[in-house]
């Protein structure tokens, strides 16, 4: 059973600061992709960011250059570095990862942001 561990959630004020992690027990080089998305009230669950073993990263066009995604794989986590915070970026930040055996989720972590 893969279990995805999120934290560092919280309340910031409008152009402050906050760094995600996301952990699991497993090497996370068995997933190809990892990312991040949220949930925002009322609203779908939407990609943020996402990264792969390769290299790779894909932002979300709302990020416009604030928050920077990176896999940490001597720790198995994945981080989101979130800057400039703005009130519409509250919501539930969830971890995902992909592996070629399956789909797996974390729990969520809130993140709230106030003017």
């Known amino acids: 059973q893969v279990q995805l561990v999120e934290s560092g959630g919280g309340v910031v004020q409008a152009g402050g600061s906050l760094r995600l992690s996301c952990s699991t027990i497993?090497?996370?080089?068995?997933?190809?992709?990892m990312g991040w998305y949220r949930q925002a009230p009322g609203k779908k669950r939407e990609l943020v960011a996402e990264?792969?073993?390769?290299?790779?990263?894909e932002y979300a066009n709302f990020v416009e250059g604030r928050f920077t995604i990176s896999r940490d794989n001597d720790k198995n986590t994945l981080f989101l570095q979130m800057n400039k915070l703005k009130p519409e970026d509250t919501g539930v930040y969830y971890c995902e990862a992909m592996s070629y055996g399956g789909e797996y989720w974390g729990q969520g972590t809130q993140v709230t942001v106030f003017a």
């Open positions: 497993l090497s996370i080089l068995g997933f190809h992709t």
């Open positions: 990264a792969t073993i390769s290299g790779g990263t």
